[in-house]
């Protein structure tokens, strides 16, 4: 079984930058496909970006293209949503997830975690 636990979420202005960070337990993310999603307040859950291995270029939502990135640590036990630029409409509730395969879709990861909120104030 595999736990995954978000950190790094926080309050900030427009124009700031924040880092998420996904950590495992129980496996290792070393094959596993990792997404991250968001959730704002009365929207559905929605893509942001995911990676599968450091060499395989990542996929990301065009509303994040240009101003998050997504990578795995050398032991890829880690993955990091690292957020520039950020807008008052990135607010939401910050998830990462695991699955077999890079996808888009939430019903193709099967581990989440718990979520992290990012609040980005004008």
């Known amino acids: 079984q595999m736990r995954l636990v978000e950190s790094g979420g926080g309050l900030v202005r427009t124009g700031d930058s924040l880092r998420l960070s996904c950590a495992a337990s129980?496996?290792?993310?070393?094959?596993?496909?990792v997404g991250w999603f968001r959730q704002a307040p009365g929207k559905e859950r929605e893509f942001v970006a995911a990676?599968?291995?450091?060499?395989?270029?990542?996929i990301y939502a065009d509303s994040v293209k240009g101003r998050f990135v997504i990578s795995k640590t050398s032991d890829q036990n880690t993955v990091y949503l690292r957020m520039d630029s950020l807008e008052p409409g990135d607010t939401a509730i910050y998830y990462c997830?695991?699955?077999?395969?890079?996808?888009?879709?939430?019903?193709?990861?099967?581990?989440w975690g718990q979520g992290t909120q990012v609040t980005v104030s004008t």
């Open positions: 990676i599968i291995q450091t060499f395989i270029r990542p």
């Open positions: 129980g496996r290792t993310l070393k094959n596993s496909a």
């Open positions: 997830a695991a699955g077999v395969t890079v996808s888009a879709r939430v019903q193709d990861y099967d581990y």
